[in-house]
């Protein structure tokens, strides 16, 4: 199995690659405008990548390209339908940086509260302003908001509550059993958070449903003087809104992620919110720490192996949650030759579409059991011609999928 990391990666991971007997070709300076040709050029079955951008284009030429491994959780880098339209897996690493991200997230935090970059800049300029930096309002026994509730947020939310803080949070899959647990007070809205919160942290996962989510009316909501931060995806925030808030507002944010982020090897960055006095960046880099890339690393490597044995990669995020299927055609058989290829030929003359199917062996390799799942109910006929054309068909029948 051919494997092109596109990306940085974690050398253990690929000595790890190699030793299931994957051939590597690693290189990390590629952009998305030189992908398609390097796609063509190695032809891999296994596409790993980390911030590089895998526009249409890569899936458009690749050849024998099966799997995309985002060496990370989220996926927005990725043309998933250009993807899907092509048969091709693609799988993250949930959770393996967790902790970093929560570690940075509370970085931002505490560098919003006591203005931490701010002061470090006049102190390189050769400025003493003591009085000023002394206002700050602290972090005991204030409300941290979490809008997200997932692995990171969960690590932010065990941070703020060892900082003293009281804690509120909304998510969609969020119940009042779980935010109990949590020992977190369960909001109804995004809207909620902010109303409630001193400090907002945003760690919801980027897509069409939360574009924009930090809004107009998100930042109306806030507190005077809150702290916004956000280490999930630029596009969860509207940053003009934003901006104003922290201009007439007097709200402070830390952000590590911003829309329009430059591509790998573009140094110009050009943001007036990452501009603004009342903001505190990094530079996407919330999961950049060696113990987060080493368990990214290593289960970048799980995915590929998995897939290399069995077929079926794990995490893969494009396959769809309900076909269009409406029947289900059991078809007990002999474990012989030709069978399914009978089985097949036959639903395809008749015009019917294989939506998913699964071939069970049974003990002793002598029968076994096809499970065929179709977009319509085939014929008596039809299925008198599957039962009478092989003499190696046990039996054959039809249910309605509900």
Not at 45 to 50: A, I, K, P, S
Not at 169 to 193: F, I, M
Not at 220 to 227: E, M, N, R, S, Y
Not at 238 to 246: P, T
Request: proline share 4%.
């Amino acid at each position: 199995m051919k494997v092109l990391i596109a990306d940085k990666f974690e050398p253990s991971g690929i000595t790890a690659l190699e030793e299931i007997g994957c051939a590597v070709t690693f290189s990390p300076d590629l952009t998305p405008d030189t992908l398609p040709d390097a796609i063509s050029e190695h032809d891999p079955n296994v596409l790993v990548v980390r911030s590089t951008k895998v526009p249409a284009p890569v899936f458009e030429t690749a050849q024998k390209l099966s799997l995309v491994v985002r060496a990370g959780a989220g996926v927005d880098n990725i043309d998933l339908a250009a993807a899907s339209a092509r048969g091709i897996n693609v799988a993250n690493c949930p959770g393996q940086n967790s902790i970093a991200v929560a570690e940075l997230a509370w970085g931002l935090i505490l560098s919003c509260d006591r203005r931490i970059p701010h002061q470090t800049a006049e102190l390189r300029a050769g400025e003493w302003n003591k009085k000023e930096y002394s206002k700050a309002r602290g972090l005991y026994g204030r409300t941290l908001g979490v809008v997200g509730v997932g692995s990171i947020g969960r690590e932010v939310i065990k941070r703020g509550r060892a900082f003293g803080m009281k804690v509120v949070a909304w998510s969609r899959s969020l119940t009042d059993e779980a935010a109990e647990d949590l020992g977190v007070r369960r909001c109804e809205s995004p809207l909620d958070v902010a109303k409630r919160a001193d400090v907002v942290s945003i760690t919801i996962a980027a897509n069409p449903d939360t574009e924009n989510l930090v809004d107009a009316a998100f930042c109306d909501a806030l507190k005077p003087g809150a702290v916004v931060v956000n280490t999930s995806r630029g596009s969860v925030v509207d940053e003009a809104a934003l901006l104003k808030a922290i201009q007439e507002k007097g709200v402070r944010a830390g952000l590590d992620v911003y829309r329009n982020e430059p591509g790998s090897g573009d140094r110009s960055f050009d943001s007036a919110i990452a501009k603004e006095i009342g903001v505190c960046g990094t530079h996407h880099i919330g999961a950049s720490t060696d113990q987060s890339q080493t368990a990214i690393a290593n289960e970048a490597v799980r995915v590929i192996r998995e897939y290399k044995l069995k077929g079926a990669a794990p995490n893969v995020l494009n396959l769809c949650d309900k076909s269009q299927a409406t029947r289900l055609l059991s078809v007990r058989h002999l474990n012989k030759p030709g069978v399914l290829a009978h089985v097949v030929g036959e639903i395809g003359r008749a015009g019917i579409n294989i939506e998913e199917m699964d071939n069970t062996i049974y003990h002793g390799a002598e029968a076994a059991c096809a499970l065929i799942q179709l977009d319509e109910e085939p014929t008596q006929e039809t299925i008198a011609s599957i039962r009478s054309g092989s003499a190696h068909i046990l039996s054959v029948n039809m249910t309605v999928i509900d």
